[in-house]
């Protein structure tokens, strides 16, 4: 049974996975080369696959269809919305999603983000590689309040790390949040509108989904502080970028962080990119030695307990 490993990272933290599932009797095809399969590479390596291990190429119904043989499709990561799960369940193709493995690392981007942010770092890092001293001023972190909306393994994370930042944190789930959960992590629990109108940060941990596609529009922003700082490394779409704009250059919000776009990457021209205010890393917000490395083993793990029972 033929393995396709799609992802660039499995060549160099993988090796370890790619040897344990081939002396299990799998083979196992993965991406060397550097750089991202095109669509038609991807098609040609995947029409005879029995398993797909899959980063952010797009697995829709057609690319599906072409793949007889497929029984397995593992997300390497935790979004799956380059999967068209409708079509997999239809013709029972299981789809495993690496939950936990790269939780830490977007956790510790966020506070990256944030202390980037707060301390002016970028700007006065280039100011100073330009022959420059101006010593901008920056804001403390301790006293103020976090929002984390979508309190999952990445939302606990950060909600430990923003406790020891001496922060207010403030979180917001779809599903029911135990009274257990609010106590371990000295959060509390409250509405969106809560968190709008009362943190300084507001950190999104939400999947792409119609109910969350542009959750964060003109209302929301106008309900937001004017020193707010909106931050997303959860997916490309969750924040109506138009609206965006208009809140970063009106002055409706402080600044934005986002290590996720609606296109990556962004037009050469994208409007965006040229505010001093918007800040935007080029999704590796889980790009970690430590996470690639255990998602390594977890992708692994899911493809070979469902095509061997191991």
Request: aromatic content about 8%.
């Amino acid at each position: 049974m033929k393995v396709l490993i799609t992802p660039r990272g499995f060549a160099k933290y993988g090796q370890k996975e790619i040897e344990r599932m081939r002396n299990a009797g799998l083979e196992v095809h993965y991406n060397d080369t550097g750089l991202a399969y095109t669509h038609e590479e991807f098609k040609k390596l995947g029409k005879d696959a029995d398993a797909i291990i899959v980063g952010v190429d797009c697995l829709d119904a057609k690319m599906m269809s072409d793949c007889p043989n497929l029984k397995v499709v593992c997300k390497f990561g935790v979004g799956t919305d380059n999967i068209d799960l409708d079509y997999a369940k239809a013709h029972n193709i299981y789809v495993g999603r690496c939950v936990g493995g790269n939780s830490r690392s977007v956790a510790e981007h966020v506070v990256a983000l944030m202390f980037a942010e707060a301390k002016n770092l970028y700007y006065a890092i280039n100011e100073v590689k330009d022959h420059k001293w101006t010593k901008p001023t920056g804001l403390e972190i301790y006293g103020k309040r976090l929002g984390i909306i979508g309190f999952g393994m990445i939302g606990k994370y950060l909600a430990d790390y923003a406790n020891g930042m001496g922060m207010d944190i403030y979180t917001y789930d779809a599903f029911p949040i135990s009274k257990e959960e609010a106590q371990k992590h000295h959060v509390k629990v409250a509405s969106l509108d809560e968190i709008y109108a009362e943190c300084d940060y507001i950190s999104l941990h939400v999947p792409l989904l119609d109910s969350t596609k542009n959750m964060i529009s003109t209302k929301e922003f106008k309900s937001m502080k004017n020193s707010a700082c909106i931050i997303n490394a959860a997916r490309g779409g969750v924040v109506d970028e138009e609206a965006l704009y208009e809140a970063l250059t009106t002055g409706e919000i402080r600044s934005a962080c986002f290590d996720v776009y609606s296109s990556e990457p962004p037009k050469e021209n994208d409007k965006l990119l040229a505010l001093e205010n918007f800040y935007l890393t080029p999704h590796t917000a889980a790009r970690t030695q430590e996470a690639e490395t255990r998602t390594c083993e977890i992708s692994a793990n899911i493809v070979m307990e469902q095509l061997l029972g191991k």
